[in-house]
């Protein structure tokens, strides 16, 4: 078991998306998609200028790993059983237009859909293979929750990149500790830091795109 840290520059509610009862990391983070298994927990902690002020030794979410899928299996498995995580640009809910499931595998070269991404992030987004599904998760989004002093370790210094192996020292210690937080797991505890800002931002896919890039550079 791994524990995967990074900073999340920006929280819109895409990726990672924690709606519809599962948290998925499908957009963004390419290295992580890759490499995270089953039973590996990912953690998203604050940025230095995040809407909320420095927010760097905050949770802003947590997802054990407990399914790994390849982007063509997950837009199957959306299909199926998760539709709405399909985007719908159109879709008066917040939720809906913030569908991670964005390549349709239909043809042989998938298609794009309408999302939060555009041709920009194709290759990024495809380089990461895999889709990461968790049903055990915490998400604080703009209610982020603060580290206790013993894991502070496991903050990214760096807004690019994440750290894991490093972080092996302090896996049991985060799980016990995120475990036994007084939060449910599987609830969204606060809402996307973005969510306003984005709700009104009539150019919202290409800043979105622009800022994803920006991130997995």
């Given amino acids: 078991m791994k524990l995967y840290s990074y900073t999340l520059r920006y929280d819109s509610g895409s990726a990672?998306?924690?709606?519809?009862g599962i948290c998925t990391l499908v957009l963004c983070k390419p290295a992580i998609r890759l490499a995270a298994e089953v039973d590996d927990w990912i953690v998203g902690l604050g940025s230095v200028n995040s809407p909320l002020g420095d927010i760097s030794d905050h949770v802003v979410y947590a997802m054990k790993v407990t399914s790994k899928l390849t982007l063509e299996e997950y837009d199957q498995f959306c299909k199926t059983f998760l539709p709405k995580k399909l985007p719908d640009w159109g879709n008066r809910d917040y939720r809906r237009r913030m569908g991670d499931c964005a390549y349709n595998y239909s043809s042989p070269i998938p298609k794009m859909r309408t999302s939060?991404?555009?041709?920009?992030?194709?290759e990024r987004d495809l380089s990461g293979k895999y889709a990461l599904l968790s049903k055990q998760f915490y998400y604080f989004g703009n209610k982020p929750v603060k580290l206790?002093?013993?894991?502070r370790p496991i903050m990214h210094a760096s807004p690019?990149?994440?750290?894991?192996?490093s972080n092996e020292p302090y896996v049991e210690t985060f799980v016990k500790w995120i475990e036994g937080l007084d939060y449910p797991p599987n609830k969204i505890i606060g809402e996307p830091q973005l969510k306003e800002e984005y709700s009104h931002e009539k150019e919202l896919q290409a800043r979105c795109?622009?800022?994803d890039l920006e991130e997995d550079e």
């Fill in 116 to 122: 939060v991404h555009n041709e920009d992030n194709r």
């Fill in 16 to 20: 990672p998306n924690p709606y519809w």
């Fill in 209 to 211: 795109s622009a800022q």
């Fill in 148 to 151: 206790p002093d013993e894991l």
């Fill in 160 to 165: 690019q990149g994440h750290k894991s192996d």
